[in-house]
């Protein structure tokens, strides 16, 4: 292994050559991490596995939800626990496919519904939300990388929010509350703060060889941004 990667350090303090090449490792990665997700995704639908993980997730009431919900965190957490692990790129990677493949489970029930509301064009809703969701973690990655701004006071911000949020769902959800699109629009603002969030500790905190946990925290912010964002357009349509 290269001696640069057995005493890693920030790559805000690398060579410019060595924070192009951790650069272009990590978006790489985030965008075949997309494409795996897309895939996966995808491919409940094709072979017929979406409506058994349908009734799985939804099928048992409310309640069952909330399983679903933290069976994802835990999901989550074991998967960037891995994906920043040192030592071994094999476990790195499959933190990162752990992640991925809880994130296309936790799709199915939203594309279900998008494909129920459109008659099975669900392009219609995710072709916009996708371009929407583009654009936005253009304008947010842009703004870390042009600015040089410390965004590093958004992560007490991004923590309370999350935690808000998450509190809320689990209320929405006990007592069966119906919730209009305000909340969406909340959480693409606070999912906003946690790219510029993330993006700046990828940019000024990551060492060299942690490209698959920085590639995990960005995918994890980008689509969860298109999460909602596909809600709102959604609620365009009620």
Known sequence: MNEIYDNPFAVADA??????????????????????????????????????????????????????????????????????????????????????????????????LVAARTGGDIMEILAPAGAVTGLLILALTATVFMTRQDFSFLGAVVGIGSVVALGAIVVFTLFNVGVGSWFAFAMVALMGAAILWQTWRVKEQCSPDQHVGAALSLFAGFVTLLWYVVQIFLSRRD
């Open 15 to 112: 060579s410019a050559e060595l924070r192009a090449r951790f650069y272009r490792k990590t978006y790489g990665l985030v965008a075949l991490s997309f494409l795996a997700w897309a895939g996966t995704l995808g491919g409940f639908f094709m072979l017929g596995l979406a409506e058994p993980l349908l009734h799985l997730m939804l099928g048992t009431g409310r309640f069952a939800w909330l399983i679903v919900l933290g069976l994802f965190w835990v999901a989550t957490s074991i998967g960037q626990s891995m994906a920043y692990s040192r030592g071994s790129t094999l476990k790195q990677y499959l933190g990162l496919g752990i992640y991925i493949v809880a994130e296309a489970l936790i799709f199915v029930p939203l594309i279900a």
